[in-house]
C-alpha cells in the first residue's frame, strides 16, 4: 500500500513559478511509475509528467515539456515537480499518482496512462493569473 500527500500548491502571475512535492509512505519502489496529473473541471485529466522508477527515464505531457521538470528524492521518498514559464491554461488541480504494485506502465507516446496508476494523491490546486 502507497500512500501521496501532494504540497505546494497557490497561486502565481502568469509567467512565474511553482515546485510541487509528493512525499511517499510505503513502498513506492513496487511501483514502476510515479508521476503527475493535471484536471480541470469537465475535461479528463491529463499526463503532466513523472518516472519510470526503474532506470529513471522521464516522460512529460506535450503541453509541458521544456517548461516543466520532475525531479525525486529517493531516500525522502520525494517526487517533485517544477513549473516555470507558467501560463493561465495551466491552472488546475495536480495529482501524484504511483503505479500499481509491480504493475505495467505504458512506454510509449505520452507515457504511462491513467489505468497504470494504482494510487492516487488527493490533488493540490494550481492557479495561474495573467
Known amino acids: 500500500e502507497v500512500q501521496l500527500v501532494e504540497s505546494g500548491g497557490g497561486s502565481v502571475q502568469a509567467g512565474g513559478s511553482l515546485r510541487l512535492s509528493c512525499t511517499a509512505s510505503?513502498?513506492?519502489?513496487?511501483?514502476?511509475?510515479w508521476g503527475w496529473f493535471r484536471q480541470v473541471p469537465g475535461k479528463e485529466r491529463e499526463v503532466v509528467g513523472g518516472?519510470?522508477?526503474?532506470?529513471?527515464?522521464?516522460y512529460y505531457g506535450d503541453s509541458v515539456k521544456d517548461r516543466f521538470t520532475v525531479s525525486r528524492d529517493n531516500d525522502k521518498k520525494i517526487l517533485y515537480l517544477q513549473m516555470n514559464n507558467m501560463a493561465p491554461e495551466d491552472s488546475a488541480m495536480y495529482y501524484c499518482?504511483?503505479?500499481?504494485?509491480?504493475?505495467?506502465?505504458?512506454?510509449?507516446?505520452?507515457?504511462?496512462?491513467?489505468?497504470?496508476?494504482?494510487?492516487w494523491g488527493q490533488g493540490t490546486q494550481v492557479t495561474v493569473s495573467s
Open positions: 499518482a504511483a503505479g500499481r504494485d509491480r504493475g505495467y506502465c505504458y512506454a510509449g507516446m505520452g507515457g504511462p496512462q491513467i489505468r497504470d496508476f494504482g494510487y
Open positions: 510505503g513502498d513506492i519502489d513496487r511501483s514502476n511509475c
Open positions: 518516472f519510470y522508477t526503474t532506470g529513471g527515464a522521464t
